[in-house]
């Protein structure tokens, strides 16, 4: 039997490219291509946009994505989560230091040193010290240009930024997953936001419609961001799981927002203003939108305890190594 054609790379030389550098994702160069040494695909000479040629590096295929508006829209989301994190990592320390660390580990909640700080430092400033730097000067569009677009911002409580660290913490460092469907969905939890806020507001007022916008506006954006931008890559298995039980049709659990709850919807309250950037909203939009948001940001982080699950689940082998190949 002829020896079987090798097939070609799905990215070739001097190709622009976006590349995973731990749970960022940066622009990037292809430089030179080599078959991987286990002959399973391929291995990258990686160049990063203004850097240096001494932090150019051989990486392997899974690291490498095509330089799309998806994979844009996903390192600028990474970019956000990082910055959160570094924030929410202030404010566990702050806790620590007022005394509401002791509160949380009575609860079982406090995340130590041994949990989970390896991992996250490392994906913000070990070793190389190439993470938070680059995070810092990474940009895919001209400066004028994103200085030119409407701007808000949504100030998030300090308990909520340390339930995303968790978060963060439980999907990639511990391997586990929100259980789903989710007990309280996002549909659930904006309906139950607008249970208690409609009868603040005048019936037939522009108040009201503003509201209604809103909450109408978080499902939309929930279920089209949810498999853009708000999964880390361990978690995409489990979407494409459930997937399958939308196609089924069961009447129940038909899309993201019935499906996935408070965590992801987290998730998107922090990326928010970085989507609300990309929009042609004028300012006194955006900063009607924003009051909106503030609003529903504190009466949802009043009721972390209610929504968000009191434990993730561990997947089994099967699981993790089909994880490893989407």
Request: hydrophobic share 35%.
């Amino acid at each position: 039997m002829p020896p079987q054609k090798q097939q070609q790379p799905p990215f070739q030389k001097d190709e622009r490219v976006l590349c995973f550098h731990m749970e960022m994702l940066y622009e990037a160069k292809i430089l030179d291509i080599m078959p991987a040494e286990n002959g399973d695909g391929w291995q990258y000479k990686i160049h990063y946009k203004g850097w240096k040629s001494s932090w150019d590096d051989w990486v392997p295929q899974d690291r490498v994505r095509k330089f799309t508006d998806e994979n844009k829209d996903l390192a600028a989301q990474l970019l956000a989560q990082y910055k959160m994190l570094q924030s929410g990592k202030s404010a566990k320390q702050s806790a620590k230091k007022g005394g509401a660390a002791t509160t949380r580990a009575a609860n079982g909640s406090d995340m130590s040193s041994a949990r989970g700080s390896e991992e996250r430092t490392a994906g913000a400033t070990t070793t190389s010290g190439r993470g938070p730097r680059r995070a810092r000067d990474y940009d895919l569009e001209q400066e004028d240009n994103f200085h030119n677009r409407p701007s808000v911002k949504i100030p998030v409580p300090d308990h909520l930024k340390a339930l995303l660290v968790d978060d963060w913490e439980n999907v990639t460092k511990n391997q586990q997953l929100v259980p789903l469907p989710h007990v309280h969905p996002v549909d659930q939890i904006l309906n139950d936001y607008l249970a208690h806020e409609k009868p603040h507001r005048e019936q037939g007022s522009a108040s009201l419609d503003i509201l209604e916008e809103t909450i109408a506006g978080l499902r939309e954006y929930f279920d089209k961001a949810l498999g853009r931008i708000l999964l880390y890559r361990f978690e995409r298995a489990q979407y494409h799981e459930m997937h399958k039980l939308w196609a089924k049709h069961d009447g129940k659990h038909k899309s993201a927002v019935d499906t996935y709850g408070a965590e992801h919807l987290s998730r998107l309250l922090v990326t928010l203003p970085e989507l609300i950037a990309q929009t042609n909203m004028d300012q006194q939009s955006v900063n009607r939108l924003r009051e909106e948001l503030i609003k529903f940001t504190n009466w949802f982080s009043r009721h972390v305890t209610k929504y968000f699950v009191s434990q993730y689940e561990t997947p089994g082998a099967e699981y993790i190594e089909q994880a490893r190949s989407v």
